[in-house]
């Protein structure tokens, strides 16, 4: 079997990291870092106590310290493609663009299955719950949620709840992540009949909400299932919390391509590559992310009305 | 409705339901106690009467 496997191009590289920045609401307010292909352990420190004053001759007291080590372990991310093998013989420059056009697909496609992977715990491509993945979800962590009211009067009431939840638990702010519904329901409020978040009006996703980090992502609010066969469900509006220093993410090795030109490698119907004058492209990603502190977010999830 | 984080002790409040290990509700009711109205001063037959009177005098 004759199969060519490439890194990618660097600039290739640059322009997926770049373009999965800009679509992934966790890659845009998260904190990106490199994560060795067999994973990190990281320590979350907390001091227990505040300091301690101390009288002249006074005596000291112990301040504790709580660890705890979090592994962050890359998980595989694939896309490929069958194209023509045309592929093979046309020119650099087509081939070019045809890789490009590729990446710029395979980044729309990584940065929205990142999102769903890390916020539900699902396969992005089944949006079934996945056993790889939940139990370092969004979804499964974070236990601190707020009902939706679903009404376009109380959208920004909810977030300050939500806001106000993290803090309570002695959490801090620094990023919003919300659903193009809560995005809605906030361009709709108005006040003697102006709009009073007029930056969200005609679909509009501004970069930032009084003054915090924002992202509208239709990712946040994905219907996901259970099991394969349970009803899809929408879980989450929005995910408010420290995004900044909570929550780290990053590569876990070089990102591949392939171009396949025999065998079956998507496992199809399409049968055999050279049977058909195919050839496969195949982009693979290794990422790996970690939330050091539920706590520290909060989940502004559906009401019974959904 | 207002809940409290029993490890923090701060309390909030939600015009939602709210869910969290460490959040207890700690009142539901409303959070915003309706205002009575002020009780009006009630005419009795003496007040009355010497209403009347003082009517009369100034005349």
Known sequence: ?306 | MLYKNVKTGIIIESLTECRGADLIQIESAPIYEEKKPAAEPQVTKTTAKRAKKNERSSK
């Open chain 1, 1 to 306: 079997m004759s199969v060519s496997v490439n890194l990618y191009d660097e600039h290739l590289v640059a322009d997926l990291i770049s373009k999965v920045k800009g679509k992934s609401s966790l890659a845009a307010l998260g904190q990106q870092i490199p994560v060795a292909f067999v994973g990190n352990k990281e320590f979350t420190f907390t001091m227990d106590k505040d300091v301690d004053l101390v009288a002249e001759n006074g005596a000291k007291g112990h301040g504790g310290i709580t660890m705890a080590p979090i592994t962050i372990v890359p998980v595989k991310f694939e896309y490929g493609a069958r194209v023509s093998d045309e592929f093979m013989i046309a020119s650099d420059e087509e081939k070019v663009a045809v890789l490009e056009a590729f990446n710029d697909g395979f980044a729309k496609k990584l940065a929205s299955g990142f999102d769903m992977a890390a916020i539900h715990g699902v396969n992005p491509r089944t949006k079934v719950v996945s056993d790889l993945v939940k139990t370092n979800s969004f979804d499964v962590k974070v236990d601190q949620t707020v009902t939706y009211l679903g009404s376009g009067s109380t959208a920004d009431a909810n977030i300050e709840t939500a806001i106000a939840l993290v803090e309570a638990a002695d959490g801090d702010v620094t990023g919003l992540a919300i659903s193009p519904t809560v995005r809605a329901a906030l361009a709709a409020i108005t006040a003697n009949g102006v709009k009073v978040y007029p930056e969200f009006a005609f679909g509009a996703q501004p970069a930032n909400l009084g003054g915090q980090p924002l992202s509208v992502n239709k990712t946040v609010s994905t219907a996901v299932k259970a099991t394969a066969d349970a009803a899809a469900a929408t879980v989450d509006q929005a995910i408010i919390g420290d995004f900044a220093n909570m929550f780290k993410w990053g590569y876990g090795k070089d990102i591949s391509f392939e171009v396949i030109e025999y065998g079956n490698p998507d496992n199809s119907d399409s049968g055999d590559l050279k049977g058909h004058n195919q050839v496969y492209l195949r982009g693979e990603a290794y990422l790996g992310w970690a939330i050091f502190d539920p706590a520290s977010f909060a989940r502004i999830i559906p009401g019974v009305s959904g």
